[in-house]
Structure formats: structure tokens, C-alpha cells
């Protein structure tokens, strides 16, 4: 099973909601969580203790359960909505051309970089 690419989607799905427009009004369009893609416990199991993977699941899981939740918190990982959404465009710019042993690197850097323009952007 090609977990990547599951959670690829996932994030797609994500970066592609509705709630992104009206962020305080409750959208009730169900973002099927990932362990509903996989509909396997012993699959999702070893995804989610996968050293390499891990913290993709720990990304996604936070923000299924806000996108499906009534309300969604005013930032996620350190950054505000707006620069979330960067971050996860930018995830779904790199990753599909990595392996999965980087995946941890990627999104290390990847949030690293917003927040240098974030520290940037507020000093100036």
C-alpha cells in the first residue's frame, strides 16, 4: 500500500476545503480521515510508527480532527491559518518527489522556512 500517496490526498483534501474561506463558520463538509482511507488498524498502526512517516500522520491528524470539528483554532504548529495553508501547499510541492526516509527533513525545513518569513515579516 502506498501510504505517501494516501496521505498526499489527505493533505490535498485539506489544502482544498472549504473552511479555509469562512474559517468561523462551521462547514460540515467531512474531510475522511486518513485512517478511514487506509480501513486497516494494523495498517495504520504501523504507518503511524513509521520513523520516517510519523510526523506527516501527526501533521494530518491535527488538522483533520480541527477541519472536522465545529471550529478551527486561530493557528496550528506555531503559524496562523494563512501561512498554514503555505505550509501544506509547500509540502504538497515537495514531498511527492521525495523518498520517504526525508519526509522528516522536508517538513522540518519547510516549517523552519515559514517561520523565518513570519519573524521577518513582524520586525519589519
Known sequence: MDYKSL???ELEEIYHSERWKDQDNPIRKHIP??????DHPNKYK???ENKNLKLLVGIIEALEESFNDD???FEFFGLELDDVKLFIKDLL????KSD?????????????????????????
Open 33 to 38: 480521515e486518513l485512517y478511514e482511507r487506509i
Open 46 to 48: 504501523e504507518l503511524r
Open 71 to 73: 471550529w478551527l483554532p
Open 100 to 124: 520517504e526516509k526525508s519526509v522528516p527533513q522536508i517538513i522540518e525545513q519547510s516549517h523552519k522556512t515559514m517561520m523565518e518569513k513570519i519573524i521577518t515579516k513582524r520586525s519589519r
Open 7 to 9: 496521505m498526499l490526498e
Open 93 to 96: 510541492e515537495k514531498l511527492p
